[in-house]
């Protein structure tokens, strides 16, 4: 119950295009919602992040969009850059503020 | 922009050896975590520590750890006697106000 279910692992997007990143969990009990960018050999960057009482957050390239029906929330970067290219971590926060990690997809941005 | 800074950024150790993996956070913040990484894997937690105290931990975060805030301003991760299978990168994180957490650039511990 834990759990968040990333998807995919792996992105390939031409540059200008969209991103589009995909996360379920399953604890209702889960009230923040932040993702993480994270570049080889340094620590995940907090990027973003919503509360369930919003269904979409924008913030310049960056939207969050969540469904709290459905229990899932999804990442979209438009106009990919190459420097997008990372790996991006969805997360979910509850009780005692840790956070729980999907497990990641990689984003390549081809120029 | 402020920023979590820990050291080292890279420890080998023996196998049995204790470790202090230390982190320094943001001025202001009052809430500490240590999350680690297993290479290619997801980031996973392990503790939470708020006003001096454990206010969380893991199944991983077992008696070999331990963390404390000596002097008010360092947080340090211990691992007393190191197995193999603690290689991995250490993230410290902090938070102001529990939710936002910062990471650090992370601690890369090699046990041989």
């Known amino acids: 119950q834990q759990q968040v279910k990333q998807s995919p692992q792996s992105l390939i997007v031409q540059k200008g295009g969209i991103s589009i990143i995909n996360c379920a969990y399953e604890n209702t009990a889960f009230d923040y919602f932040p993702w993480y960018q994270q570049f080889p050999g340094k620590g995940p960057a907090l990027l973003i992040a919503?509360?369930?009482?919003?269904s979409e957050k924008k913030e310049g390239r960056f939207t969050i969009s969540f469904n709290k029906s459905a229990k899932q929330f999804s990442l979209h970067i438009m106009d990919s850059q190459p420097g997008d290219s990372a790996t991006y971590f969805c997360?979910?926060?509850?009780?005692?503020?840790?956070?729980?990690f999907g497990g990641g997809t990689r984003l390549m941005v081809k120029p | 922009e402020p920023e979590v800074t820990q050291t080292p950024s890279h420890q080998v150790t023996q196998m049995g050896q204790e470790v202090i993996l230390r982190c320094v956070p943001i001025?202001?913040?009052?809430?500490f975590y240590w999350y680690r990484q297993i290479l290619g894997q997801k980031v996973e937690f392990l503790v939470s520590?708020?006003?001096?105290?454990?206010?969380?931990k893991s199944e991983i975060f077992d008696d070999q750890f331990s963390v404390e805030r000596p002097d008010g301003s360092n947080f340090t991760l211990k691992i007393r006697s190191t197995k193999l299978e603690d290689s991995a990168m250490y993230f410290c994180?902090?938070?102001?106000?529990?939710?936002?957490?910062?990471f650090g650039q992370g601690t890369r511990l090699t046990v041989v």
């Open positions: 994180a902090t938070a102001r106000t529990g939710l936002g957490s910062f």
């Open positions: 919503i509360r369930p009482d919003v």
């Open positions: 520590f708020y006003n001096n105290e454990i206010s969380e």
């Open positions: 001025s202001n913040h009052l809430y």
């Open positions: 997360a979910a926060q509850g009780a005692g503020n840790m956070l729980t």
